[in-house]
Structures are given as structure tokens and as C-alpha cells.
């Protein structure tokens, strides 16, 4: 993928992929008789559970008609099988508009550094659309060494070893990760951080080409990730993705212990250098 070379319009793309996800049988449909020359579902197969005509929903996935109503969308959302984030993310595609970037003022930027410094017991970092590390307190770059300011928190977690060999359940939240970047990023397919971030990973990180196509959307969630720390031992922590007042492509993400577990202690040992 080279920067700045328009693509396609992505609605045709997420369809596609979506389609292919899906077999006859999750749908309540035969195989039929001999082999199947597509992969999942055919379009007419689509077409027929949405109700509408299979030229239009051809012309969707081929970028030839990109304003359906929401009537359509709805259809198509239940055809596919999409849950309530993905319905969102469809009609957010079906109506993009370019986003332009809100990069962080000074004075927004500062007084965020000087609250997650402020958090002692709480690892935390200030993440970019992207997963571009803005800001990171001490205690997130002790908690993970690869989090620290400048680099990519998505492209520490697929690349990095030592971090795979951190999170227990690695599968679900590199799976869950590469959702949540699609769902940031998709609807501004063209932005030059955007095919650039997407051509390294796709050259280095095969967990990211098995996902990447399939285009999975994830929301932002809250929970507990179970980890290996090779100092601190087993933790399990709470984590919580904030948005950031004052630009809407900015968040908040934190590290926090239950108080009174032998994970908060842990976490007292490592903030304090022991």
C-alpha cells in the first residue's frame, strides 16, 4: 500500500468481507447441490435475506451505489449477522465523511501529562486514533517496557515478544485489538498514518494479516486482562479506555488493580522500584 493512493470505497470492502465470514448453514440456508465456488455466502444469497435486488447489492459491494437508506443498512446488518457495533460502523461507511485530524493543544497535552503522573497505583498512557503512544506515566512503561511515549501500542502488542509473553490471553486481545484500530481508523481509509501503520504491520506482523481482512469491528471496553509479569508475577488488572476531553481522537487507557488483591500489592512493588 503506498501513502496517499486513493482506495476503493471501503462499504464495498466490509461487505464483502462479511459475507465471506458466513456460511449457508449460519444462516439457515442449504449448501446446495455440488461445490461452492465463493467463499461464504453469494451475493444473491445476501440479496435474498436483506430483500433487496441482487444487481443493487452488487452495486454496493462494487462501490457503484454508496448511499442506501438506512432502511437497506438495517437488512443488511441482519443478513450478515452484524451485533450492534457493527451495524454502527456499517452505517458510519455507508455515510463517511472525511474526518481531518484534532491533534492535542499544548496546554490539553500538559494537564493530562501531569494527571496520569499524578496517578501513582494506576499505570496509564494517552493513546492517538492510531495507537500512537502520546503519553505514558512511569508506572505503564515499567508495567510494559514496550509502552512508552512514541511508539505504537498496537504495534508493541503484535511485534513484540516479550509482551506476547505477558498477556495470558494474547489470541483474544491482539483479536479484540486489531478490531478496535478497523473501527478507528476505517472510516478514514485514506489518511496517510492510516496506510502507513496498516503497510508495517501487514509486512511484519502475521497475526494482523489473519485479521486485517476479515475486518472485525470492536468497540472500547472496560476489563480484566490476566498477565505473566516477569518481575511482578501473576497480575490481574482492570483496564478502561477513556475518551479525552477537547479532541475526539484521543483516549485515556489505564492499568488499575482491585484494591486489597495481591495484584495491587504487586503493583505497589514495581511502582516503588522493588
Known sequence: MVSGTPIPHPLGGYLRARRELLSPADVGLPDGPGMR????L???EVAALA???TEYYVKLEQGQEANPTDQVLDALSRALQLDATANSYLHA???LVSRPAQPLTTPVLERTRWLIDSWPMTAAMILDRHNDIVVSNSLMATLVNGYREGHNALAVLLLDPEVRELYVDWDGLSRRSIGLLRSRVGL????ARTQELIAELTQHSERFR???????????????HPMNHPVAGSLSL????????????????AYYAEPGTR?????ADLAAGR
Open 210 to 224: 489473519e485479521l486485517w481482512h476479515r475486518h472485525d469491528i470492536e468497540g472500547m471496553t472496560e476489563g480484566t
Open 42 to 44: 453469494r451475493r444473491s
Open 93 to 95: 461507511l455507508a455515510r
Open 238 to 253: 482492570h483496564y478502561a479506555q477513556f475518551p479525552l476531553a477537547g479532541t475526539t481522537d484521543h483516549t485515556i487507557f
Open 37 to 40: 465456488r465463493v467463499l461464504g
Open 51 to 53: 430483500g433487496i435486488s
Open 188 to 191: 478514514d481509509p485514506n489518511h
Open 263 to 267: 495484584s495491587e500489592a504487586a503493583l
